[in-house]
């Protein structure tokens, strides 16, 4: 009997020695089999003696050793890839003021700059019928030898102005001719009207010409001087368009940033020469003062 407990008891001692010593193993049961880099505690010895939590491994002035751990490149500067060497900026090149422009020359604005637009563009419609139309000196052929009628009609439904008459002597025929001052959109207009054999475009006449008394509105660029830009405008258009001037004034600016100085002009102008007038780009509006334009 004693020794059958005896042999019990051994047999028990021997099958919980294995369970034992199994509690006592320091590497997780699921690793066991597996190959030794599974093991964290490797991995944590060998990342500390030769990866990047050894602080040989990387540069002194970071702090923090795993900002980089995932990064495609490493930020350790090698012989291949040194720290690239500082480069000094350029020195700032002082910008030359540019000169005043000369009176009559308007500053063109190109893309990335800023400044004032380059020519006035007229907004959408007709508009008041005080402004400027573009006046021809034409002839108009009458049917008739006599036209005292049909001159009233020419004047009042077509704008014409009567400036005189020409006959023309041949072999065959005499011919009479009006001559006078028109708007150009209307030329169509007369040529349909009835009484009338021919329309056209002459030559600006070798006489006096047809003036009317007319207000325009003069824009000067902010970067011209207006004492100087005004009568020196004024003058050209005295010169080269037979401009009468009367007197010129400054208008009230619309804006403090308004990239133009406002002056209105009056005087007397050839009717030939409004649409030429017109046309500047440092002109904004004409008006007629003559109630028969």
């Known amino acids: 009997m004693k020794k059958n407990l005896i ?64 990064a495609p490149i490493s930020a350790v500067p090698t012989l291949k890839n040194p720290v690239p060497a500082a480069v000094k900026a350029a020195p700032a090149v002082p910008k030359k003021e540019e000169p005043a422009l000369p009176a009559g020359h308007y500053k063109v604005t190109f893309a990335g700059e800023s400044g004032p637009v380059g020519s006035f563009v007229w907004p959408l419609g007709d508009g008041s019928k005080k402004y400027a139309r573009e006046y021809v000196f034409m002839s108009v052929t009458p049917a008739e030898k006599d036209y005292s009628k049909l001159l009233p009609r020419l004047e009042t439904e077509c704008g014409f102005r009567f400036a005189g008459e020409k006959t023309f002597y041949s072999r065959t025929y005499k011919r009479t001719v009006i001559l006078g001052w028109a708007p150009a959109v209307n030329l169509v207009k007369i040529a349909r009207l009835k009484g009338v054999l021919k329309a056209a475009v002459e030559k600006k006449s070798a006489g006096v010409p047809l003036k009317t008394k007319v207000r325009f509105t003069l824009k000067v660029p902010y970067q011209n001087r207006p004492n100087e830009f005004v009568p020196e405008f004024i003058k050209s258009l005295t010169e080269h368009g037979g401009f009468s001037a009367e007197a010129w004034f400054r208008l009230p600016q619309k804006g403090v940033d308004s990239k133009f ?28 003062h003559d109630a028969s334009l």
Not at 41 to 53: N, P, R, V, W
Not at 262 to 272: A, K, M
Not at 274 to 288: N, Q, Y
């Open 7 to 70: 042999l019990a008891f051994s047999l028990a001692a021997c099958c919980a020695a294995p369970a034992a010593a199994q509690e006592q193993l320091s590497v997780d049961a699921r690793l066991i089999g597996g190959g030794s880099f599974s093991d964290p505690a490797f991995q944590d010895f060998i990342e500390t003696s030769y990866g990047y939590l050894n602080s040989k491994n990387t540069m002194k002035v970071r702090t923090d050793f795993s900002d980089f751990r995932d």
């Open 261 to 288: 100085s406002v002056f209105g002009v009056t005087g007397s102008l050839p009717v030939d020469m409004i649409g030429e007038l017109s046309r500047s780009p440092f002109v904004a509006a004409v008006e007629f």
